[in-house]
């Protein structure tokens, strides 16, 4: 386990769409340990693998409902709409107020390659939402409508 270095905005591989993970090994592992180390020493409430300069789809989430792994994770459906502030471990110094659905259905992987279908709303949405985006190249800097120092 270790602290990876967390890649900062204007580094083109927060641009990049990432692959699916296919292979469940220990290469998958550690990345995910290191990714809870990293998000934990950082205060985050979650971290995208391509934050770490790994193009492949895995995101971790730790918010009050828990810490959370999602592999290959899609959104299913979508209700509502909220507005609130964000910030981002890649920006680092800035927030911004972000308009994201209030509910959220989400399928993905466990470590094991498991399938889940798992529902979350208000912050735990929004936290999904954000490192979602993450995997497609997109920055919440991108969807902001006012962003500030923080
Ligand atoms: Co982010």
């Not at 469940?24 to 409430?45: I, N, P, Q, S, W």
């Not at 979602?132 to 120092?149: P, S």
Request: proline fraction near 3%; charge should be negative.
């Amino acid at each position: 386990m270790a602290i990876r270095n967390v890649v900062q905005v204007g580094d083109d591989v927060l641009r990049q769409k990432c692959f699916p993970v296919e292979e469940f090994d220990d290469k998958l592992r550690a990345l995910l340990d290191d990714m809870k180390d990293t998000v934990k020493k950082e205060e985050g409430a979650g971290l995208a693998a391509p934050q770490v300069g790994v193009l492949r789809r895995v995101v971790v989430v730790d918010v009050e409902e828990g810490y959370f792994e999602f592999i290959n994770p899609v959104i299913l459906l979508q209700k509502g709409e909220q507005s609130g502030w964000e910030g981002c471990l890649s920006v680092r110094g800035k927030s911004g107020i972000v308009s994201r659905p209030m509910k959220v259905t989400l399928s993905y992987q466990d470590r094991n390659g498991e399938k889940h279908i798992l529902k979350a709303k208000g912050f735990f949405a929004r936290a999904i939402c954000h490192e979602l985006d993450h995997l497609d190249g997109i920055l919440y800097i991108d969807k902001a409508t006012h962003i500030e120092k923080a």
